[in-house]
């Protein structure tokens, strides 16, 4: 699968690029944090785009992310890479991503806009829908791994079961006109943030933590 770059789809209003993911978190640890790059969203105009891409660090780039070169997997997950070859055994490298079929890995990428070697670990992002859910509406920027946390939460536990699909439709359904007011008030926002976004996003955390780890 060839690259692709994407040098437009920042314009496209409808969409939200979300912070960088990196692999820790209030919550724990993310090297559990799993992903398919061959999963597509579309622009408004219709426009098909992979929704999760990698970001140069020093151009702001926006590239597609390329499937596991052993054995073209598209299912990847973040790993702690071992150390390189002539480093001491107990020293820390970048963590990087593998491929969950063949648990090959990759630290780095190198951006063919400036060409500098970016590492995977904190250029990892995603694009979502700007549809106006009351979590997106009650935080500020700073709070995006409280998102990250429940946006993992209903994808790998809620849409894995029919009664979750029930209650995230009923989320999606109910929540423009409450996002709306909150956004109204400071108040609001700030309260809806402590209140329900933050417990929320804590016992999601731990809920994957403790379903990850019983897996394992």
């Known amino acids: 699968m060839k690259e692709i770059a994407y040098k437009d789809i920042t314009q496209h209003g409808r969409l939200r690029l979300r912070s960088k993911l990196t692999w820790s978190d209030p919550y724990g640890d993310w090297d559990w944090l799993e992903f398919d790059v061959g999963q597509m969203t579309k622009l408004k105009n219709g426009r098909a785009i992979h929704r999760w891409l990698k970001r140069c660090t020093k151009c702001n780039s926006l590239f597609s992310i390329q499937p596991c070169e052993n054995c073209g997997g598209t299912k990847l997950r973040g790993v702690g890479m071992p150390p390189k070859p002539g480093m001491p055994q107990d020293s820390e490298s ?123």
């Open 94 to 216: 970048p963590d990087g991503i593998g491929c969950i079929r063949c648990n090959k890995g990759r630290v780095s990428w190198n951006c063919s806009t400036c060409g500098i070697d970016n590492l995977y670990e904190g250029t990892i992002t995603s694009f979502s829908s700007r549809l106006c859910y009351i979590a997106t509406a009650a935080c500020d920027p700073e709070d995006a791994p409280l998102l990250d946390v429940l946006y993992l939460f209903r994808d790998k536990c809620l849409m894995r079961m029919a009664l979750g699909r029930l209650f995230v439709a009923t989320y999606n359904y109910v929540s423009p006109p409450i996002a709306q007011l909150i956004r109204k008030s400071s108040t609001a926002r700030r309260c809806t943030r402590f209140v329900v976004v933050r417990p929320a996003a804590y016992i999601a955390g731990k809920l994957i933590a403790w379903i990850y780890n019983d897996r394992r």
